[in-house]
């Protein structure tokens, strides 16, 4: 089966401070993969995709490396926010299905 | 645009129980997917209904069943509930099917609870 899963599960950050939120995927044949934020009683959100084709995505605040040889995902905020503070996790999409991490508590200190 | 609704928020069942979740997609969405997201695991894939018709399916047994309407409302029953169906149960919809990240919309879940 697939495997994502998450370097840490909690993160603290200053306000301000940039995060990196990382991701280990074991499907070297993924070709698609997404970050989400959870907020306590919400369902995720989407943040950011990126395709295999791919090894940066930039939106706003937010950056999404991948790196294909070593199978690693990594989720970029800048200027971290209290409002960023959620469960963020990534997706990795093989064939049809999603398969999903368990996910990262960042708490955002003000 | 309303959100995706998912009816009802929280459910205490016990264990052998059965029990039947609703989820109203985004007005337009056909498809719709069910999600189930537990601590340990994180979110698993159950299955996806587009215009009323199972497209995918998840590695879950049998008692894990589900259904779409007409109206796109989509259904999901677990039957023979047992302790480790105790999960928050998502449901996604998106206009043409949940394989690019940002057509998905969540809803809130249902969290259920099996004693």
């Known amino acids: 089966g697939e495997s994502v899963g998450l370097h840490l599960p909690t993160l603290s950050v200053q306000e301000g401070d940039n995060s990196i939120i990382n991701c280990a995927y074991s499907?070297?044949?993924?070709?698609?993969f997404i970050w989400y934020k959870q907020e306590s009683g919400k369902g995720p959100q989407f943040i950011i995709d990126i395709r295999s084709n791919m090894d940066k995505r930039q939106g706003q605040r937010v950056t999404v490396l991948l790196n294909k040889t070593v199978k690693h995902l990594s989720l970029q905020i800048a200027a971290t926010q209290p409002g960023d503070s959620a469960v963020y996790f990534c997706?990795?999409?093989?064939?049809?299905?999603?398969?999903f991490g368990t996910g990262t508590s960042l708490t955002v200190i003000p | 645009k309303a959100g995706v609704t998912q009816t009802p928020r929280y459910l205490i069942k016990t264990r052998g129980q059965q029990v039947t979740l609703s989820c109203s997609p985004i007005s337009g969405h056909r498809s719709v997917s069910w999600y189930q997201q537990t601590p340990g695991q994180g979110l698993q894939f159950l299955f996806e209904?587009?215009?009323?018709?199972?497209?995918n399916k998840g590695n879950f047994p049998g008692r894990f069943s589900g259904r779409q309407f007409s109206n796109s409302r989509s259904e999901m029953n677990v039957s023979t509930l047992e302790l480790g169906d105790s999960a928050l149960y998502l449901c996604a919809s998106s206009y043409r099917g949940g394989l690019a990240g940002y057509e998905q919309y969540f809803g809130p879940g249902t969290r259920l609870t099996v004693t």
């Open positions: 997706a990795e999409k093989s064939g049809n299905q999603f398969y």
């Open positions: 499907n070297s044949a993924s070709d698609y």
């Open positions: 209904y587009f215009s009323e018709t199972q497209r």
